[in-house]
């Protein structure tokens, strides 16, 4: 049959996940940093994804193929929310780490524990929107306790960039999201890095970023990773 039915530009995919979140039905998932649509099976034409593609990568397009399968996709959405309801059991299973646990992180495997910090202040709150460290800068967008978690934070992520820091789950996340879309709208700025932790309430600010850059205007090169609870790059 011939029907209405997304198709996505992979030279245009940015790689922000947003189409992720705005399908209803789970028919896009991320793969290899780039949106790809799993299924035409599980996609119902209506377009819900397309506004929130930044850069139009997302079209309708009318094309011979599969009708519209509800059972499929009933049965893909339970299994989604199955996972999402294990890793959260995952999570709340976890045992505190205490220090006597734990391997030595301390140790700079490079050779040198110099700071790689260049500007200040690093809290989201108090940074000035024009400051003129942020002119053609590439910034870091970090929750906080990923520098804690990860011992090569300086040397990995810090260097040659500006760095932003914040806790989605302790602070105004809608505050971060003002604060961000001001800061991209003000500056040109080369790249975005995030780095977060695992747990689920870090999912706010990849959220706050992404939002920014929607609302800013501003869509630059995006990076994301993520952090374990036991010091380690996901």
Known sequence: MIRKIITIDEEKCNGCGLC?????EGAIAM????AKLISDEYCDGLGD???ECPTGA??????ETMPFNKELVEKRMAEIKGQKEKEKEKEKEKKPLFLADMPPMFANVH???DSQLKTWPVQIKLMNTKAGCLKDAHLLVAADCT???YSKFHEEFIKDRVVLIGCPKLDDNEFYIEKLTEIFKSNDLKSITVVKMEVPCCN???YAVKQAMLKSEKIVPYNEVTITTEGNIL
Do not use: N, R, W
């Open 49 to 51: 994804c397309l506004p």
């Open 20 to 24: 992720v979140d705005a399908c209803h």
């Open 111 to 113: 050779g040198s524990g």
């Open 204 to 206: 706010g600010m990849t």
């Open 31 to 34: 793969i290899d940093g780039k």
């Open 147 to 149: 520098a804690y978690a």
């Open 58 to 63: 997302i079209k309708l397009e009318d094309k």
